[in-house]
């Protein structure tokens, strides 16, 4: 059972499902095959398909930091889901992770699979804290291995391969061990996308690697002070790779605390922040959303994690569904529609046109269209004259719109569009005029 031929479009700045311009809309439940019961994977699969979602970004192994207790099956042998024998594998879970998939298909969203999240390779982040707790790194020789079963188990829900999990590359065994990874998914499964999942504000990806990446994924991730991020990384991701589609494959999760237990929990519009920046900076190809509860499966039995974290207390993931955010995420790919016509237009980056030194207003060209995110209400001054234009205002918290005056100075060559009345972010657009 699959979905369709999902393949990189023409401008190599978005997909196309079936040919057709297709927006990736994820939802992060890294912890899914080793928390959630069927019954409950059933509704949730519902009503994230009745919100949008489209992919789901899943860990193959089970996640450092899933909340327990989970439900005890695990794809090789274990005692406690902390040490595993990775020579042992657990045909349970395999077959379990590949009903899952087929249900998730059924509901229209694909499977992206991570292969290798970080504590499981060593000379990363993750694994430096994974083994001080007594939880070893993967030998090298089961890293094809794993791969060649994730992909006999469940290649045939044509799903996305996530070489890597919130990994750095400050070592050369780091790596090494996803170079073999690649190599594996390259020659296992050739018509398959793939990418890696790097983690918070990591701007470099080996050489080596990325000829062989059809696409990028980036993370401003969940630190307070750090959430500029969603527009600087596409920034430099643009200026430093070639050109292929780019998402925000990790902004900051709606109501999860910030990192290092910051005092801070961040809402629908951080979230939209964080989606519509990164937008208008180039990362047109797709967004992940994220909730505090659902990636690490809360449950009112939960009691805490399985290896920690720096964060707040989760959400039940029941309460995580009923969360506005999702909802605005799920808006995204609709209005973009419409702003590019069917994707006729590019979304082109123009921070140029911006005549303000707050740099958190973000500012592209789609078309004939000028479109401008604000964070914050503020009247917006722009390089050049927008004579024969006319601005609207769209209200992304409560879905209103706004039709605004404009000032235009010929002499002094700029434009000034009145502030908005809404007391939420909005997107500004100036278009045609109607004549």
Known sequence: ????????????????????????LADTCWSAFTSIDLADWEYYLARRAEQGINV???????????????????????????????????DAYWERAREMCRMAVEHGIRPALVLLWCNYIPGTWGAMIAQKLGAPVMPFEEVRPHIERVVSYLG???????VTGDTDFKSDE???????????VCELAPRALR?????????????????????????????????????????????NYPQKPLLNSEPCYEQMGASRNVYWRFTAQDCRASAWSGILSGATAGL???????????????????????????????????????????????????????????VEPAQDLLDDAREAIRVARVGERVVAYLSRTTALKLHGVF??????????????????????????????????PFAHDALVILKPAAR
Not at 174 to 184: T, V, W
Not at 306 to 321: A, K, S
Request: glycine share 10%; with cysteine.
């Open 156 to 162: 045939e829900f044509d799903p996305v391969y996530v």
């Open 1 to 24: 059972m699959a979905l369709g031929k999902l393949a990189v479009n023409d401008r190599k700045d978005g997909f196309t499902f079936d040919g057709k311009p297709w927006f990736w």
């Open 195 to 239: 990418c890696m999942h790097i983690n918070r504000g990591n701007r470099t990806i080996p050489e080596g690697f990325v000829d062989r990446l059809d696409f990028y994924m980036y993370q401003p991730g969940h630190n307070y002070e750090g959430q500029n991020e969603a527009w600087k990384l596409p920034e430099d991701f643009r200026a």
């Open 387 to 420: 004579a024969n234009m006319e601005a609207v205002a769209f209200d992304l918290e409560d879905k209103r719109v706004a039709h605004l005056p404009m000032c235009v100075d010929e002499q002094a060559g700029s434009t000034r569009v009145a502030q908005h």
């Open 56 to 90: 789901l970004q899943i860990n193959t192994l089970p996640q450092w930091d899933r909340c327990r207790p989970d439900l005890g099956i695990y794809p090789y042998a274990s005692e406690d889901g902390m040490v595993f024998d990775f020579s042992a594998p657990n």
């Open 288 to 346: 992940t959303y994220g909730a505090h509860g659902v990636w690490n499966w809360q449950t009112a039995q939960s009691r805490g994690s399985v290896l920690g974290e720096g964060f707040d207390m989760p959400f039940r993931w029941q309460e995580c569904l009923q969360f506005p955010g999702v909802w605005d995420y799920g808006m995204v790919p609709q209005v973009l529609d419409v702003l590019t016509e069917g994707g006729r237009h590019a």
């Open 174 to 184: 780091a790596i090494r061990y996803y170079e073999e990874g690649l190599a594996a």
